[in-house]
C-alpha cells in the first residue's frame, strides 16, 4: 500500500472508533481481519497512523481546523510523519486509494497555523475538564507532561537476573538497537519508533523464550525497586495481575523467601503461570481465593497494592483511554483504590511495609488517597520518600517529583518513563 491507502485505510479506522466508542486495538484488529491483503507493514503504518491521532487529537484537529477523523488523520501525518502541508499532497498525488487531497482552504489554515500559538489544553493534548488535575500535579510543568503523555512511548524490558545480566541480554539484543535505561538498574530500552517503523516482536527472541527479559516499563521497573524486596521476606502482591511487578519483586528476592501474588478477578492471573515458568522464578504462590489469603494476615513483611487507576500515566501506550475517561470513572477509581487499600493493610505485620502505586498522574488517585488512609488508619506512617529515592537512585536526584511524606512520582517529561506513583507506609510496631 502506499501512503494514500494507509492514511484512508486510518482514517476508516479512527471513524469506527468515533461512531462505536470502542478501543483501538479492537478496531485495529478488526480492519487487519477483514483487509486480509495487507501486509504486516502495512498494518504497522497504519496503526502509527492512528495511534499518533489518538495521542495528539486536539493538536491534529487544531492544525487542520477540524477534529474529524480526516482531520486528526492528516494532522497526525503533518505532526508525526515529517510532512508538510503541500509534500503531504504530493505523495498523495496519483493515488487512487487515498483520501481527497487538502483542499486550498485547508492549505491557507493550516500555513497560518503555529502549534506553539495555541491554547495550553490543545498544546497538552488533554481533556479541558483533566486541565486542573495536571495543574494540581505539575505546576507550571502541566503543559509539558501533557505533551510528553501524547509521544510515541519506547519498548522497555527487564532483564530477569534469576538467569542473565544486562550486558549479556544488551549483547543479544544489539541489532534491535537495545540499550540500557536510563534509571532502572536491570532495564533495557528500544527507543520509540520513528515514521513508519515498527518495534521488533521481542517476544519471538530467544532470549525471551529462554527467559532473559521481560517487557515493562521503566517506571514499572523503578516502583518494583523502591518497593525494597529482599531475600527472606514475606511479601504480598495483592493487584498483582499479570505479574510484571511479583516478577521482578520475586528476582529481588533472588528466590529467597515467599511472594503471594494475588487479584481480585482470576482472569487477571492467567497469564502469570507461562512467565513464571520461563523465568524460573520459583518462591511465587498464586493466591486466587479469599480463604487462601486469611492466613495471611498481619504476617507480610511487605504488602504491595497496585492499584486499579484511571491509567492516565500510560496514555502514551494506550491514547484512547484518555478521550472515554470521565469524571464519574475517576470517582469509581477513587472508591475502589480506598477500600482496596483498607483491606490490605491488614495483612501488613507490625513494622512491615505498605507500598502503594498506581499508573495515574492525578493527586486525587495518588498523595490525596495515601493521605486519607494515613488518616483513617492512624498506625501507618509514610517513610522518608527523599532517602528512598537517594539510597536507591543517588546518581538521579531530579529524574522524579518527591515529597518526603507524599510519595514518588514518575512521568515521560521529567522520568522519560510512563507515569507512576510510589508510597511507602510503614505500619507502627
Same mark, same amino acid.
Given at each position: 500500500?502506499?501512503?494514500?491507502?494507509?492514511?484512508?485505510?486510518?482514517?476508516?479506522?479512527?471513524?469506527?472508533?468515533?461512531?462505536?466508542?470502542?478501543?483501538?486495538?479492537?478496531? /485495529?484488529?478488526?480492519?487487519?481481519?477483514?483487509?486480509?491483503?495487507?501486509?504486516?507493514?502495512?498494518?504497522?503504518?497504519?496503526?502509527?497512523?492512528?495511534?499518533?491521532?489518538?495521542?495528539?487529537?486536539?493538536?491534529?484537529?487544531?492544525?487542520?481546523?477540524?477534529?474529524?477523523?480526516?482531520?486528526?488523520?492528516?494532522?497526525?501525518?503533518?505532526?508525526?510523519?515529517?510532512?508538510?502541508?503541500?509534500?503531504?499532497?504530493?505523495?498523495?498525488?496519483?493515488?487512487?486509494?487515498?483520501?481527497?487531497?487538502?483542499?486550498?482552504?485547508?492549505?491557507?489554515?493550516?500555513?497560518?497555523?503555529?502549534?506553539?500559538?495555541?491554547?495550553?489544553?490543545?498544546?497538552?493534548?488533554?481533556?479541558?475538564?483533566?486541565?486542573?488535575?495536571?495543574?494540581?500535579?505539575?505546576?507550571?510543568?502541566?503543559?509539558?507532561?501533557?505533551?510528553?503523555?501524547?509521544?510515541?512511548?519506547?519498548?522497555?524490558?527487564?532483564?530477569?537476573?534469576?538467569?542473565?545480566?544486562?550486558?549479556?541480554?544488551?549483547?543479544?539484543?544489539?541489532?534491535?538497537?537495545?540499550?540500557?535505561?536510563?534509571?532502572?538498574?536491570?532495564?533495557?530500552?528500544?527507543?520509540?519508533?520513528?515514521?513508519?517503523?515498527?518495534?521488533?516482536?521481542?517476544?519471538?527472541?530467544?532470549?525471551?523464550?529462554?527467559?532473559?527479559?521481560?517487557?515493562?516499563?521503566?517506571?514499572?521497573?523503578?516502583?518494583?525497586?523502591?518497593?525494597?524486596?529482599?531475600?527472606?521476606?514475606?511479601?504480598?502482591?495483592?493487584?498483582?495481575?499479570?505479574?510484571?511487578?511479583?516478577?521482578?519483586?520475586?528476582?529481588?528476592?533472588?528466590?529467597?523467601?515467599?511472594?503471594?501474588?494475588?487479584?481480585?478477578?482470576?482472569?487477571?492471573?492467567?497469564?502469570?503461570?507461562?512467565?513464571?515458568?520461563?523465568?524460573?522464578?520459583?518462591?511465587?504462590?498464586?493466591?486466587?481465593?479469599?480463604?487462601?489469603?486469611?492466613?495471611?494476615?498481619?504476617?507480610?513483611?511487605?504488602?504491595?497494592?497496585?492499584?486499579?487507576?484511571?491509567?492516565?500515566?500510560?496514555?502514551?501506550?494506550?491514547?484512547?483511554?484518555?478521550?472515554?475517561?470521565?469524571?464519574?470513572?475517576?470517582?469509581?477509581?477513587?472508591?475502589?483504590?480506598?477500600?482496596?487499600?483498607?483491606?490490605?493493610?491488614?495483612?501488613?505485620?507490625?513494622?512491615? /511495609?505498605?507500598?502503594?502505586?498506581?499508573?495515574?498522574?492525578?493527586?486525587?488517585?495518588?498523595?490525596?488517597?495515601?493521605?486519607?488512609?494515613?488518616?483513617?488508619?492512624?498506625?501507618?506512617?509514610?517513610?522518608?520518600?527523599?532517602?528512598?529515592?537517594?539510597?536507591?537512585?543517588?546518581?538521579?536526584?531530579?529524574?522524579?517529583?518527591?515529597?518526603?511524606?507524599?510519595?514518588?512520582?514518575?512521568?515521560?517529561?521529567?522520568?522519560?518513563?510512563?507515569?507512576?506513583?510510589?508510597?511507602?507506609?510503614?505500619?507502627?510496631?
Amino acid at each position: 500500500m502506499r501512503l494514500g491507502g494507509r492514511l484512508a485505510a486510518a482514517i476508516e479506522v479512527l471513524e469506527d472508533i468515533h461512531r462505536r466508542h470502542r478501543p483501538v486495538a479492537e478496531a /485495529l484488529r478488526d480492519w487487519g481481519l477483514s483487509h486480509r491483503f495487507a501486509g504486516g507493514g502495512d498494518r504497522a503504518a497504519i496503526g502509527n497512523i492512528v495511534y499518533d491521532a489518538l495521542r495528539r487529537r486536539r493538536s491534529a484537529g487544531w492544525l487542520c481546523g477540524d477534529d474529524t477523523p480526516r482531520a486528526i488523520g492528516f494532522g497526525a501525518l503533518l505532526l508525526e510523519g515529517g510532512y508538510g502541508a503541500g509534500a503531504l499532497n504530493a505523495a498523495l498525488e496519483g493515488d487512487r486509494f487515498a483520501p481527497p487531497r487538502l483542499s486550498d482552504a485547508e492549505l491557507d489554515g493550516i500555513e497560518g497555523r503555529r502549534l506553539t500559538d495555541a491554547p495550553p489544553p490543545i498544546r497538552a493534548d488533554i481533556p479541558d475538564w483533566c486541565v486542573p488535575l495536571f495543574e494540581q500535579a505539575f505546576g507550571e510543568e502541566w503543559v509539558d507532561e501533557g505533551m510528553g503523555l501524547a509521544g510515541r512511548p519506547p519498548l522497555d524490558l527487564r532483564v530477569n537476573t534469576l538467569k542473565a545480566d544486562r550486558q549479556k541480554v544488551l549483547a543479544d539484543l544489539a541489532p534491535l538497537g537495545a540499550r540500557a535505561t536510563a534509571i532502572a538498574p536491570h532495564g533495557i530500552r528500544i527507543a520509540p519508533i520513528e515514521g513508519d517503523g515498527r518495534h521488533p516482536n521481542v517476544q519471538a527472541e530467544p532470549a525471551f523464550q529462554k527467559g532473559w527479559f521481560e517487557v515493562q516499563d521503566e517506571g514499572s521497573q523503578i516502583v518494583a525497586e523502591l518497593a525494597a524486596a529482599a531475600p527472606g521476606m514475606q511479601v504480598l502482591d495483592y493487584c498483582a495481575g499479570a505479574g510484571g511487578k511479583t516478577l521482578a519483586l520475586s528476582a529481588a528476592m533472588g528466590n529467597h523467601g515467599q511472594v503471594f501474588a494475588h487479584d481480585a478477578e482470576k482472569a487477571r492471573l492467567a497469564p502469570i503461570f507461562d512467565r513464571l515458568r520461563r523465568s524460573d522464578n520459583r518462591n511465587v504462590q498464586v493466591v486466587s481465593k479469599p480463604s487462601e489469603l486469611a492466613p495471611l494476615a498481619g504476617r507480610m513483611d511487605l504488602v504491595v497494592v497496585d492499584a486499579p487507576c484511571t491509567g492516565s500515566g500510560t496514555w502514551r501506550r494506550r491514547p484512547d483511554a484518555k478521550w472515554r475517561l470521565t469524571q464519574r470513572q475517576l470517582d469509581q477509581r477513587q472508591a475502589e483504590q480506598a477500600a482496596i487499600l483498607d483491606t490490605a493493610a491488614a495483612f501488613v505485620k507490625p513494622g512491615g /511495609l505498605l507500598a502503594y502505586i498506581t499508573c495515574s498522574v492525578f493527586e486525587a488517585e495518588n498523595a490525596a488517597q495515601t493521605a486519607a488512609f494515613c488518616g483513617r488508619a492512624p498506625g501507618f506512617a509514610p517513610v522518608d520518600h527523599e532517602a528512598l529515592w537517594a539510597g536507591r537512585f543517588p546518581a538521579h536526584e531530579n529524574a522524579a517529583r518527591i515529597d518526603g511524606a507524599g510519595g514518588i512520582r514518575l512521568s515521560p517529561a521529567r522520568s522519560g518513563t510512563d507515569g507512576f506513583y510510589f508510597c511507602a507506609l510503614r505500619r507502627g510496631g
